[in-house]
């Protein structure tokens, strides 16, 4: 939704400007857009049902369950495929997702950094950020996102 419509509950959005200004300035990267990675693999249309559960006090992966799907289901073997065929060098990936880093090591890829990648924090998805944290295991060190004081 953060992507297509900008919404301001996600920070896939940010994430995508922000992740194409690093590339820029690396001088080079690549993004992957996987089909049916909307929602953690649940779809736009389920995605827009799990935010009117939201509305009702669920947090993102209670939403995800509550509609019949499991917190992400994101498969990353197309990525992974395009990976092998195209770089034998380590790669940087930008991501704060764990399951992501695992995917590719467990398919053979050397991983040389992760670039973490927190921001656009608001009012309206704060909760959602922490639930990625706190209940989807997101990476998130030093100066990152939602820090528990």
Not at 68 to 72: A, C
């Given at each position: 939704?953060?992507i297509?419509?900008?919404s301001?509950?996600?920070?896939?959005?940010y994430?995508l400007?922000?992740?194409?200004?690093?590339?820029?300035?690396?001088g080079?990267?690549?993004i992957f857009?996987?089909?049916?990675h909307?929602?953690?693999g649940?779809?736009?249309f389920?995605k827009?049902?799990?935010?009117?559960?939201?509305?009702?006090?669920y947090?993102t992966?209670?939403?995800n369950l509550?509609l019949?799907?499991?917190?992400?289901s994101?498969?990353?073997?197309?990525a992974?495929r395009?990976?092998?065929a195209?770089r034998t060098?380590?790669?940087t990936?930008?991501?704060n997702?764990p399951r992501k880093l695992d995917a590719l090591?467990?398919?053979g890829?050397?991983?040389?950094?992760?670039?973490?990648?927190?921001?656009?924090?608001?009012e309206?998805?704060?909760k959602?950020?922490?639930?990625?944290?706190?209940?989807s295991g997101?990476?998130?060190?030093g100066?990152?996102?939602c820090?528990n004081?």
């Open positions: 939704m953060g297509i419509f900008g301001k509950r996600c920070d896939c959005g994430q400007k922000q992740s194409m200004k690093h590339i820029s300035e690396h080079s990267g690549a857009y996987l089909a049916n909307e929602g953690r649940i779809g736009l389920s827009a049902l799990a935010y009117i559960l939201q509305e009702n006090g947090d992966a209670d939403a509550k019949g799907f499991v917190d992400d994101r498969d990353y073997s197309d992974i395009v990976l092998k195209l060098k380590p790669v990936l930008i991501t997702n090591s467990k398919a890829l050397d991983i040389e950094d992760r670039v973490q990648l927190w921001g656009d924090v608001s309206y998805n704060e959602y950020l922490k639930t990625k944290i706190e209940r997101h990476l998130n060190e100066e990152g996102c820090n004081d």
